[in-house]
């Protein structure tokens, strides 16, 4: 998969044109956001061109980077796997289903598999209630989820458990 | 509105006036009380993060912080109850949960602010047993050491570095349980833009930030039959080491530290002075060569090693008009090895060269290649802290105050007051001015003190009159400072001739490795540095010889082994090259 990952030159540009403002520290959050939006998360590299290009300190951009927690600093996965905890989910037990796709997968929250192909998120209400815990992978909507269920649907998408 | 010009309050049942914006905690300072504190600092931006400084108001009846709460007219503050007391003991003692438990094994053991307030509201025990934060320690920087474990997210360190230095290179990183002060990506010192100025060891409460320790190697060098161990001792360091000691700040020490360093066993005590006088001739020289052609100007100083890596970092522009100069420190360790060595005939493979430097920078400084001898040695093999030589002395079971006085071992303990300035904002340039204006005049210069770069401002601007020429001169000490001063000169309104840069404010007397403020001062306080450099001013003016190239040492140095100041033994010897940092800063 060819994944380049440098600033597009329309970034470049808004980002220069944020610098020249009065105090350019303020357009720090949406100039993150708008490198997220187009690459999905935000690399070393990205925050380090974000500080020169905006002439804000290094420190300060992953330190209010790293504050926020829609920013990601890993690329997802190629299946990346939404788990709803929202109140609903989560009464229902969302947190098992989440803990248990860490476990097969041996990831971390947010942090793809080695061989990029998994990763997990958790997410506010996706407006399903009725259906909760739900899991959504791509288009496909998994309604009352449990732990049990999920190498199942691990299973739909190529993935078998090592041991 | 009416505008009041005073507010009047009361504080503990007294009564009060104070300026309307000031706050409470700094009215109750004025009527005599202090309020705890651990995220304040009377120089930094308030934050309010750590609520150990509440206190009651009567009327409303309900708590503030007193660091952030102005005061308001009427008001009636209760600094002390049993309920204020519980509070602050439950919020120290939720800090020391998360705070590994080994006090008694720590550096600020007995100096520590979080172990004095927990000491002084009387947490007497530790309730809770849970997960506690854990980071690795940093020890990747030759001279600041980070503990993040130890840290308590006052945020001093983030302030005093972006506030008053201008470096921003720590910024909370993270959120909630996983919070640290760090560089950017949480990388270590080492592969960040820090400057090695150690002001954030300064302001930090706890142990979290120290300086990296290397006592224990110069012990093992001191108790080698087989090394020639020698020592060095900065300017400022007579002015604040009797601090460790119970003077009050500003009393000089000199003959006592001697007595102390050799008590310690070291083979020979120099002064970095003579250093300092050197410095002078050569860079007076390099001025007056500049001033002349017209390139390169303005000559900016080169002895702060925390300002060199500033340049580097931050404005690689100006490298070309940094003065070539070693600092002081390194003239004189350059000489050690060589000049010492030869006239001694000691093999300088068997010299262990050791500086007592105010400063955190200077560790790094010592440990650059552009520092180092043919056969790869560094020309410093050790520099400690003017701390590090107080832990040391009291270590050995030094009694300070009842040592004799002694004088500094010839030849290299020779200097004029000229080298004793160096220690404060403004010393170089009154030296330079001093040595250059009999050079360019050819005439006897009688009045010596040049008032107009005195004072301890953060930045200052004279004009002086040299050879019927107008020198101007801009003098900044606290890099923030230096800031502007370079804004102004890329401003181009007028030539500048001279720009001496110290990265500390107050500059060496307020450096990064000198003793934890005694009580009733703080780190960066105006008062403190003053008197510190007072004593250099009284060490100076008591002297007979007050201008460096007077140092009969340094005149002997010339004739019998450098040749001619910038000539080229000395160029090799005395002289050093920066280079941009690849790492860039912003600015
Ligand atoms: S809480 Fe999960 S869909 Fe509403
Ligand atoms: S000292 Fe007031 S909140 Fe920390």
Redesign the pocket.
Known sequence: MNRDYSLSSEIVQSLQDFSEKNRPESYLIPALQMVQESYGFLSREHLDEVALLLRVPYAKVTGVASFYHFFNFKPSGENEIVI?T????HVRGAGAVLDRFLEELQVKLEQPTEDGRFSVTDAR?????AQ?P?VIIGEKVYSKVTPDDVPEILSEYGFEADS | MIKQDRISLTIDGFKVDVAPGTTVMQAADRVGVHIPRLCYHPKLSILGACRICIVELKKEGRMVASCSYPVEEGMVVVTSSPKLRRYRRDIVELILDNHPKDCQTCVRDGNCELQNAAYSLGVRERLFEGERKSFARDESSPSIQRDPEKCILCGRCVRVCDEVQGVTNLWQQFRGFESVAAPAHNNEIKHSVCIHCGQCVNVCPTASIVEKNTTDELFEALADPEMTVVVQTAPSIRAALGEGFGYSPGTPVTGKMVTALNLMGFDAVFDTNLGADLTIIEESEEFLNRLESGDDLPLITSCSPGWISFMETFYPHLIPYASTCKSPMSMLSSLIKTYYAETREIDPEKIYSVAVMPCTAKKFEAARDEHKTDWGAPYTDNVITTRELIWMCKCMGINFRRLPDSQFDSPLGVSTGGGDIFGTTGGVTEAALRTAYEKITGETLDELDFMAVRGVEGLREATIELAGREINIGVANGLQNAKELFDRLSAGEKQYHLLEIMACPGGCVGGGGQPYPPEDTFSLDPELVKSRAKALYSIDSNKKLRKSHENPAIQELYTYYLGEPNGERSHQLLHTCYKPNKRRGIR
């Open positions: 709803c929202g109140t609903a989910c209400c996706v407006g399903a209630c909760a739900v």
